[in-house]
Every structure is written in structure tokens, then in C-alpha cells.
């Protein structure tokens, strides 16, 4: 059983900061290749951040405001996301291959 387990979504004003992690467990020897997507009702899901070697890869409207990150150890992806917009409102799912977690909903108010 293979499970994504994500945290840290919540309510956050225009311009703040908000913390999201991801946890896998179940049978996972590598994390590599865990990233983020996000969908908002209405819209089809889209890629926002990807766990590489050398850092990480972002989508376009993304860039340059989300960092993402990991600890091998923990099994564990950290997508900090700084000057949030209020466009940056989503359901946030964790992925990692055919593995998708419950998702974690972002709210950013204007």
C-alpha cells in the first residue's frame, strides 16, 4: 500500500508564504520524481514543481515564487511557496509516478 500524504495548505493573505510537504510511505525506495500539480474546480490539473538532482524544475506561472526541495531520508518533498497570488488558489496534489496523494487546499485571499 502506497501512500502521499500532504500538509501545510490553509488560508494565507496576497503576497504571504505557506509550507507544503509531502510524505510517502508503503514500499517507496526513491523519491525521485516526486513533484506537485494543482487544480482548481473548473480547470484541468497543472504541473506546478518537480524534485530534480540539481534542485527543481516549476511551472511557468510559478517560477521565480515556489522553491521545492526534499530529504531522501524522510521520504519528503517541500514545496515553499512565497508571494502568493491569489491565482495560486488550488486543490495541491502530491505525485509521485501513477501515486497521487488526497491533495491539500491552498486559499489565497486578496
Known amino acids: 500500500q502506497v501512500q502521499l500524504v500532504e500538509s501545510g495548505g490553509g488560508l494565507v493573505q496576497a503576497g504571504g508564504s505557506l509550507r507544503l510537504s509531502c510524505v510517502a510511505s508503503g514500499g517507496i525506495f526513491s523519491i525521485d520524481g516526486m513533484g506537485w500539480f494543482r487544480q482548481y474546480p473548473g480547470k484541468e490539473r497543472e504541473f506546478v514543481a518537480i524534485s530534480t538532482w540539481n534542485g527543481g524544475r516549476y511551472g511557468d506561472s510559478v517560477k521565480g515564487r515556489f522553491t521545492i526541495s526534499r530529504d531522501n531520508a524522510k521520504k519528503m518533498v517541500v514545496l515553499q511557496m512565497n508571494n502568493l497570488k491569489p491565482e495560486d488558489t488550488a486543490v495541491y496534489y502530491c505525485?509521485?509516478?501513477?501515486?497521487w496523494g488526497q491533495g491539500t487546499q491552498v486559499t489565497v485571499s486578496s
Open positions: 505525485n509521485l509516478g501513477m501515486y
